[in-house]
């Protein structure tokens, strides 16, 4: 056997109460590759009987469950065997580009990311606005994206407490992971910037304007010192 | 016709929820106390699933537009239909013109529920959005125009009129049928999730030893506890991930959230556990300020008690046809 350095690591699956189950793909890279298997996963446990959902997460798949089984082992071995047999499915939708405004009011824990990662503001929205994102899933509220490929360096830890309320539009970063949210809502992560953009619209099919295999690309419109 | 008379009450219109749409990012929001919205509608012999008025605060108070038999389940809120009291989980025909009151919830024993359930003939008849009646809040769709309803407010029942369903009967309520407590105070069982081996050994004792409070910020999103801090081991930074209502997340400030119905479809923070499905509408009906515990299950414990509310709402409604068949034979 070819084994990798990687192959060793397991991925874990663990309970949501009685109504669904998270598989968790090894490692914490949150890399495009195993991603692109979560969607194959997701294609295939799709597909089985006790399944309701099979909704991709940030390099992990959440099942949610039809009917519950008696017996969990049977659909763990089946989960085990179709992370290993799968191939990455590559996705390749549209490219979006969203306007930002970093900063100021819009962008209030701007100045927490440039603590946690001793970056200037400059540094910051340079960095965060020159990589192409890739949406991974979709999850949080309705239309919003978990997106890949933010460079590690801006990785900032969520907030200790949660904020009640940001405003749609916000551009924000969740440790290693960034976004835009959809609508007004409570979140944990810092926000740094805003964008105006409609991202769902519940009379449309599909609702959402962007879907796993979509592209986005941040525009730095204005810094706001 | 149902006219809303309450100002700011918060009250939004639920079925048992949204599924399907996960996908696009949209949780499943649906009544807080699913077991008390469908035994409403079985009472009035409509789908277990049909939409209801979801009534968490009081005093509530809705006039009849037309003559509507309805069912009021949930919390036991003194409900009086202009001057005559009403009985709580009961079928009940009201009269054009007439007044519904309900007010503020009142403890059976241990007992005391928070929410309310106007369910009415046929259901509320507002249009279905991604395959559901409920409100949707944080995506402004569903429900009523996607918000909470407001003074003057007016709702349809989708099958108005008396005389279909019957009236004055009604059923005992879960709470009572199928009562959970641990030392006086209500108790929901919980399945440990994935970092539960990520806290120290002291904060699992304490989340399973101690009492919650469910503090002033707790609504429809999630309910947010007070108790013994609960520390991580070792800290770890999530990937975000799927969750359900039932979801028991710790910040790093330490005191949990549970999810409840309006809750994100994902989530990052670490997961000591989840409520169980069939003990959620019981968390759902604890008041703000109120005390409750924990009970740790397996998977089988918690199956089982899924099965248990099954078959007390397969028995409902096996009760309720029979005493309806029963009516209509002994009817002149």
Avoid at chain 2, 76 to 105: K, Y
Avoid at chain 2, 135 to 158: I, K, M, N, W
Avoid at chain 2, 189 to 209: C, D, I, K, N, Q
Avoid at chain 2, 306 to 328: C, F, G, K, N, T
Wanted: aromatic share 6%; with cysteine.
């Amino acid at each position: 056997m070819n084994a990798l350095p990687s192959a060793a690591a397991q991925p874990s699956i663990s309970l949501l109460g009685t109504s669904a189950l998270l598989f968790e793909a090894p490692g914490h890279d949150m890399a495009l590759g195993t991603q692109q298997r979560i969607w194959a996963l997701a294609r295939e446990a799709g597909r089985w009987p006790e399944v309701r959902e099979a909704v991709p997460g940030m390099n992990n798949l959440m099942l949610s469950f039809a009917q519950p089984p008696r017996v969990l082992e049977d659909i763990e071995t089946r989960l085990r065997a179709a992370w290993a047999a799968a191939q990455p499915l590559p996705l390749e939708g549209r490219v979006v580009e969203l306007p930002v405004v970093y900063g100021g009011d819009a962008g209030p824990h701007l100045a927490d990311v440039v603590a946690h990662t001793g970056l200037s503001v400059d540094e910051i929205v340079e960095r965060h606005s020159t990589p192409l994102y890739p949406v991974y899933a979709l999850g949080s509220h309705p239309g919003y994206c978990y997106l890949g490929g933010m460079d590690p360096r801006l990785a900032t830890p969520r907030r200790k407490v949660p904020v009640l309320s940001i405003p749609g539009g916000a551009v924000s970063i969740g440790g290693a992971q960034t976004g835009v949210s959809a609508s007004t809502g409570p979140s944990g992560w810092n926000t740094i910037g805003s964008t105006s953009m409609h991202f769902f619209d519940p009379a449309q099919d599909p609702p959402a304007l962007l879907q796993p295999g979509d592209t986005l690309r941040f525009r730095v419109e204005k810094v706001i010192r | 016709m149902i006219e809303i008379l309450s100002a700011s009450a918060l009250a939004t219109v639920q079925d048992l929820g949204r599924v399907g749409a996960l996908q696009w990012g949209v949780g499943t929001s649906g009544a807080m106390d699913p077991l008390a919205l469908a035994a409403g509608n079985l009472l009035l012999g409509n789908d277990a699933n049909a939409a209801a008025i979801e009534v968490p605060v009081f005093p509530f108070q809705v006039r009849f537009g037309a003559d509507l038999a309805i069912a009021l389940t949930g919390a036991d809120c003194a409900a009086r239909l202009d001057d005559v009291p009403l009985l709580p989980w009961w079928v009940v025909e009201a009269r054009v013109g007439q007044v519904l009151s309900l007010g503020v919830p009142r403890a059976a024993g241990h007992w005391r529920a928070s929410r309310a359930y106007l369910c009415v003939a046929g259901g509320v008849d507002v249009p279905a959005v991604l395959g559901s009646r409920s409100t949707q809040l944080r995506g402004a769709f569903g429900g009523h125009e996607g918000r909470a309803l407001r003074q003057g407010d007016v709702l349809c029942a989708a099958a108005p009129g008396i005389g279909r369903c019957g009236s004055g009967f009604g059923l005992l309520p879960p709470a009572l049928a199928m009562p959970l407590q641990l030392d006086g105070v209500p108790a929901m069982r919980v399945l440990p999730a994935a970092e539960y081996g990520h806290y120290t050994e002291a904060s699992r004792a304490a989340f399973w030893a101690g009492e919650w409070k469910i503090t002033a910020q707790s609504d429809r999103y999630g309910y947010r506890l007070a108790g013994a801090a609960l520390e991580a081991a070792n800290p770890v930074e999530m990937r975000s991930h799927g969750i359900v209502p039932g979801v028991i997340q710790v910040p790093p400030g330490g005191q949990p959230i549970v999810q409840m119905r309006d809750a994100q479809p994902s989530g990052g923070y670490p997961k000591l556990g989840t409520v169980i499905e069939a003990d959620l509408w019981r968390l759902g009906q604890a008041p703000i300020g109120s005390r409750v515990r924990f009970i740790e299950a397996t998977w089988d414990e918690a199956l089982d008690a899924r099965e248990q509310m099954h078959a007390w709402l397969a028995d409902a409604r096996r009760l309720v046809e029979l005493h309806r068949r029963q009516r209509a034979r002994s009817a002149p």
